[in-house]
């Protein structure tokens, strides 16, 4: 598979607000190849959230360039930008977005649609079986709890099969035994070779405060202040999931 999934190249961005301006990105550049597991650490308000927004093509630039799948965001089309949310990534947000008046099942199969997937609702019924959500398929999201929402949400992202896999602490609602499941299913993303309509390699970025996670992962990038002040492996070597505890 040819080259990075994610460039950034001295990227910026700025929110002008009345007479001030608040620099949310500042000057940040990094690469994210495929079948790495990424993990972004930072306070609140240091960027984490205008990264993956970045990333995802949810928001552009202010300065630099920005590369998804070998397509450069930076001058793309409205049509571009959209054929980019639909195709190279899938966000787990923080609030899980579920349509209130689609099951879990059919919220799984729309976003499996959206990515032109060619089986959506075997994709789905697959994704939500391997988030423990079988028996709960035809529920509607208020009728589920918020870490099953949370699955949901989960499902809905991998079913899509796109190669950059975005989530803002998709662990937080989580109990400690769910949280470390739906890890290493995210984990699993990454050396998804036999994924069932060739599409593989995945990246997946997670943002997160809790530092056993960010344990686990290839790389730890960290932010302050919108910079980028560390990218390097996990300090003392990357975790085992079973060795976790928070
Ligand atoms: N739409 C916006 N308008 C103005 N300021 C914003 C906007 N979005 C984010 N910011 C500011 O940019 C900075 C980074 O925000 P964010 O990326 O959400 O941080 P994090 O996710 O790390 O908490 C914060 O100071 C935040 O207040
Ligand atoms: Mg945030």
Do not use: C
Request: proline share 4%; aromatic share 4%.
């Amino acid at each position: 598979m040819a080259g990075p999934l994610v460039e950034l190249d001295r990227v910026g961005r700025h929110y002008d607000v009345g007479e001030r301006k608040v620099i949310a990105l500042d000057d940040v550049t990094l690469t994210i190849q495929p079948g790495e597991f990424v993990a972004v650490l930072g306070a609140s308000g240091s960027g984490k959230t205008t990264l993956l927004n970045m990333i995802g093509a949810l928001d552009t630039a202010s300065a630099g360039r920005i590369k998804v799948g070998g397509v450069e965001v930076t001058d793309a089309s409205r049509a571009e930008l959209a054929q980019i949310r639909r195709r190279q990534v899938s966000f787990i947000f923080q609030t899980f977005n579920l349509f209130p008046g689609l099951t879990a099942l059919e919220n799984v199969e729309f976003g499996a649609e959206v990515a032109g997937r060619e089986n959506p609702g075997e994709a789905a019924l697959e994704m939500l079986g391997r988030v423990d959500l079988a028996e709960r398929v035809g529920h509607f999201p208020h009728e589920l709890s918020g870490g099953e929402q949370q699955r949901v949400a989960i499902a809905r992202a991998l079913a899509t099969g796109n190669p950059v896999l975005l989530a803002d602490e998709p662990t937080g609602e989580l109990d400690f035994k769910t949280g470390v499941q739906i890890l290493q299913l995210l984990h699993e993303q990454t050396h998804d070779g036999e994924s069932s309509d060739g599409k593989s390699g995945r990246a997946v970025v997670v943002v997160t405060h809790n530092r056993e996670i960010a344990r686990t992962a290839d790389r730890i990038i960290e932010l302050s202040s919108g910079r980028v002040v560390g990218d390097a492996p996990p300090a003392g070597g990357q975790a085992e999931i079973a060795d976790l505890h928070w």
